[in-house]
């Protein structure tokens, strides 16, 4: 498959050095949840294509794209080139690719029985076996490698031989070329989510990698790829040249979430103390530890992102979409129905059109921001602002100051 596809030079989009921001876009990780963004980037590809040509796609706009677990494979979805040199998969085919396989992917037991089934494959290991999701990664993306992307990506995922975090980077390719994988071996690392997926075994050279979920390291997924940036821009990577690493007010940053549950507080500390492994494990259908790591992990890089584009007077340049308002099976990172996966597109389509919020950093809940207005609006400026760089660095290079 991938003997007609060139290695490319990211040449789709110029570098930063021949304008005057930082584009990135991040993805967190939620399973069939990420219908969700795959909305609201529907939204803000079509806003682009207004603004400029009617081919434009996200990759074009965004010098690095970053994603954890479904969010990593929205990610390659969006930046893998075809036999053309252009992504495989436009934003507005995010959802149609959820609705057609995530079904196949987490299928529904049903019948009386359903309960009991789920308690014992929960103990002898991971609900689902992953064998559609290998078939189809492996179908679509071939051989193709993390150096063929069309933009820079970032990608999360954890070795839980290493016991510590892997980061799949277009960064870390030239001083780490064992990272340089296929992409299917990084999707199905990045979304090997404990108890859900099994783990990923893989060889690359003479590295090995034994992968499961990114969640665990990076659910959300922005600050890894804020830090990649940074670590260009401090080793003076002319490519980033002259910004400075606290220089936010150069950056146009879109995190996107996959949604929370309501905070219903399901769980206290006497129930927790009374929990064995089996309780950590399966609860009410759930996964409380697993949510714990996955949930804080996120809850800590947006706080972090809060106070700091606050503190560097740079709010503006930061869009965080989230909706914390979930229940029952919208919550679920695998309640793969139709009306679930139907219902998460209205979520998504509802979201545009909520006002924009940011979480209280006192009160860990969302609260809209004072004339932030709908995140629908938010999209349409930052839209605008990503096409305004975007022609300011193709006026650049042609005129040769790249």
């Known amino acids: 498959m991938t003997s007609e596809i060139p290695k490319t030079n990211r040449v789709g989009i110029r570098p930063p050095n021949t304008g005057n921001r930082i584009?990135?876009?991040?993805?967190?990780?939620?399973?069939?949840?990420?219908?969700?963004?795959?909305?609201?980037?529907?939204?803000?590809?079509?806003?682009?294509?207004?603004?400029?040509?009617?081919?434009a796609r996200l990759a074009?706009?965004?010098?690095?794209?970053?994603?954890?677990?479904?969010?990593?494979?929205?990610?390659?979805?969006l930046t893998a080139p075809d036999k053309n040199n252009k992504p495989l998969y436009a934003a507005k085919?995010?959802?149609?690719?959820y609705l057609e396989n995530t079904p196949k992917i987490f299928p529904q037991r049903g019948g009386p029985f359903t309960?009991?089934?789920?308690?014992?494959?929960?103990?002898?290991?991971?609900?689902?076996?992953?064998?559609?999701?290998?078939?189809?990664?492996?179908?679509?993306?071939?051989?193709?490698?993390?150096?063929q992307t069309l933009t820079n990506v970032v990608i999360p995922t954890f070795d839980?031989?290493?016991?510590?975090?892997v980061i799949f980077s277009s960064f870390q390719l030239p001083r780490e070329p064992s990272t340089d994988a296929q992409l299917s071996d990084i999707c199905l690392g990045t979304s090997a989510a404990p108890t859900y997926l099994p783990g990923h075994y893989f060889q690359n050279g003479d590295r090995e990698f034994n992968l499961i979920d990114g969640g665990i390291a990076a659910n959300n997924p922005t600050l890894v790829a804020i830090g990649e940036v940074t670590r260009q821009v401090m080793k003076e990577d002319p490519k980033f040249s002259p910004i400075k690493p606290l220089d936010y007010g150069r950056y146009l940053v879109i995190s996107l979430g996959t949604g929370l549950e309501k905070q219903q507080r399901r769980y206290d500390a006497?129930?927790?103390?009374?929990?064995?492994?089996?309780?950590?494990?399966v609860n009410n259908g759930s996964?409380?530890?697993?949510?714990?790591?996955?949930?804080?992990?996120?809850?800590?890089?947006?706080?972090?992102n809060?106070?700091?584009?606050?503190?560097?007077?740079?709010?503006?340049?930061?869009?965080?979409?989230?909706?914390?308002?979930?229940?029952?099976?919208?919550?679920?990172?695998?309640?793969?129905t139709k009306q679930n996966l139907d219902d998460l597109v209205k979520v998504g389509e509802g979201l545009l059109d909520k006002l924009v919020s940011r979480v209280n950093s006192d009160t860990g809940e969302f609260e809209p921001v004072v004339n932030g207005g709908s995140n629908r609006e938010a999209l349409k400026r930052f839209a605008k602002e990503l096409s305004d760089e975007m022609k300011l660095r193709e006026s650049n290079y042609k005129g040769g100051s790249a």
């Open 23 to 55: 584009t990135v876009l991040s993805i967190d990780g939620g399973g069939i949840r990420g219908v969700i963004p795959g909305v609201i980037l529907e939204y803000l590809e079509s806003q682009l294509q207004e603004l400029d040509r009617g081919e």
């Open 160 to 165: 839980i031989k290493n016991m510590q975090p």
């Open 287 to 304: 996964a409380p530890l697993i949510e714990a790591f996955t949930q804080a992990s996120a809850d800590l890089v947006g706080f972090h």
């Open 115 to 147: 309960g009991i089934i789920k308690l014992f494959k929960a103990l002898i290991g991971p609900k689902y076996n992953g064998k559609y999701l290998k078939s189809l990664v492996t179908g679509i993306l071939g051989t193709m490698k993390l150096n």
């Open 270 to 281: 006497k129930m927790a103390a009374k929990w064995g492994v089996l309780g950590w494990l």
């Open 60 to 77: 074009d706009y965004f010098d690095v794209i970053a994603g954890t677990n479904t969010g990593g494979l929205v990610t390659v979805m």
């Open 93 to 97: 085919d995010i959802v149609p690719f």
């Open 306 to 336: 809060n106070v700091v584009f606050e503190a560097l007077n740079s709010v503006d340049c930061y869009l965080r979409i989230q909706d914390d308002t979930l229940t029952g099976d919208l919550a679920s990172v695998d309640r793969a």
